[in-house]
């Protein structure tokens, strides 16, 4: 890694082959890993190493380790990212595999794959430079007229989520802290995305590509929220109106109005056939069975 204030990722980086999600920086990502040269990675690259440089590891998306070493390397996505592995779980069921917990770095793009086994390694080239994104002092006006249409987006969407969760109030907290340009990815990894528009975020290089791209992604989940509230609001509101009309006495057994009348019904009914009884001319012992038997 390069002294100095500008970070680096080595210019060499081994490849991780995934097609189950896409990978962007700032965001962490899990993934299981069970095919010949990815497991090769683990067990000879991370398990084995003892320096930070040894836990950065490019991630592929978009691209399939083949089932056996044997088989040739399918066509590699140019792009990637750079992540740092955080975490490694082994395990033997149903069948030997590992879990990786990785977290984005920053984007590069292959070069040349200089080897295919036992895992794949490819000269790189890094497209965003880490110490952007721990930059403070970048001005409002570079970050420029897009940065604050989708800085205003997410803060709207962030608000409409319940803020008493600490997850969604720690959210709203580094929209404030963090650096503009280091947001399209980040709140692109959270809404709900396809791994397809996913992989177009990952593919803009430039940043104004990207806020382009994600800023209708966030007025889409926008709409969404405000269309479920409104199909919310008309059942709670009839919830408050029914609660307060009903008699408090059945407010756990909620009877309907059919139910309601039929009790009434049969109540007029024991009154009347009691009162029948009364005039009959049965004996004073026969009547206490009767009466007796009614209130039942």
């Known amino acids: ?14 490849l991780l082959l995934t097609h189950e999600g896409v990978l962007l920086p700032g965001s962490t ?35 399939s380790d083949p089932t056996s070493d044997c088989d040739d390397l399918p066509s590699l996505h140019r792009i990637g990212t750079a992540a740092l592995a955080v975490q490694v779980v082994g395990s033997n ?31 790189v080239e890094q497209l965003d ?45 580094l929209l404030d802290s963090l650096p503009r340009e280091a947001l399209p990815d980040i709140l692109t990894s959270i809404i709900r995305t396809s791994n397809q528009e996913k992989l177009q975020i990952l593919d803009a290089v430039r ?30 509101d009839d919830d408050k109106r029914v609660v307060a009309i009903r008699p408090s006495r059945r407010i756990s057994h909620i009877p309907s109005t059919t139910e309601d009348e039929e009790e009434e019904e049969d109540h007029d009914d024991v009154v009347m056939l009691e009162k029948k009884i009364r005039t009959s001319s049965m004996s004073e012992q026969a009547l206490k069975v009767c009466l007796k038997e009614i209130k039942r």
């Open 1 to 14: 890694m390069a002294a100095g204030s500008a970070i680096q990722i080595p210019s060499r980086l081994p």
């Open 129 to 173: 430079r880490l110490e952007q994104f721990t930059n403070q002092h970048k001005s409002e006006e570079e970050l420029g007229e897009l940065s604050e249409q989708f800085y205003k987006y997410a803060v709207q969407l962030v608000e409409m989520l319940d803020m008493s969760v600490p997850a969604v109030a720690k959210l709203r907290r």
């Open 207 to 236: 940043l104004e590509e990207r806020f382009k791209m994600t800023i209708p992604l966030l007025v889409r989940q926008i709409e969404g929220l405000k269309l479920l509230q409104k199909t919310r609001k008309p059942k709670q």
């Open 29 to 63: 990502m899990r993934t299981s890993v069970d095919s010949p040269r990815n497991m090769q990675l683990v067990r000879s690259r991370l398990l084995k190493g003892t320096s930070l440089r040894s836990t950065i590891i490019g991630v592929i998306p978009n691209t």
């Open 93 to 123: 069921w149903p069948k030997p595999h590992y879990t990786l917990l990785v977290t984005g770095l920053c984007r590069f793009q292959i070069l040349q794959l200089l080897k295919e086994k036992p895992y794949p390694v490819a000269e």
